[in-house]
């Protein structure tokens, strides 16, 4: 997957009314999941995601310990969003991540956070969008 398409596929499940706030969206998840995980994660999930993408997570600073409602705060204020919105775009994000990503890599993300973190992962491989 390219960065275009990545971004499209998140604007279109977010019903987001502009790509740029896609990318304010996409940037925002990402850059906050990168300092949650550990750096060698961050880096391995970064690899397989499309170039320009990968640099939200690549430019995160990776290893910090936070719970999952901070994760959403963080998400929040990154992409001037209210929390609930917060946490379906961190959602919506990790969908699409889902499909550019190897399901092992996907796991290893999984495992590096802790159970309060599972409602990020609630909609991959979901049929819960309209079509695209």
Known sequence: MK???FVGRVQHRAELPTRGRAIRVTRAVLTTLGERLQPGEASDL???L???IDWFIHDADSGQIFDYQHFVQ???ERANAE?????YYGQVVMDVVSETTSE???EEVKD???EDYDDLFELIG???YPEE
């Open 46 to 48: 970064a690899a397989e």
């Open 83 to 87: 929390q609930a919105d917060a946490n």
């Open 112 to 114: 590096q956070l802790p």
């Open 74 to 76: 963080r998400v929040a």
């Open 104 to 106: 092992n890599e996907l």
């Open 126 to 128: 979901e049929d819960y």
């Open 50 to 52: 499309p170039l320009e």
């Open 3 to 5: 960065h275009d398409e």
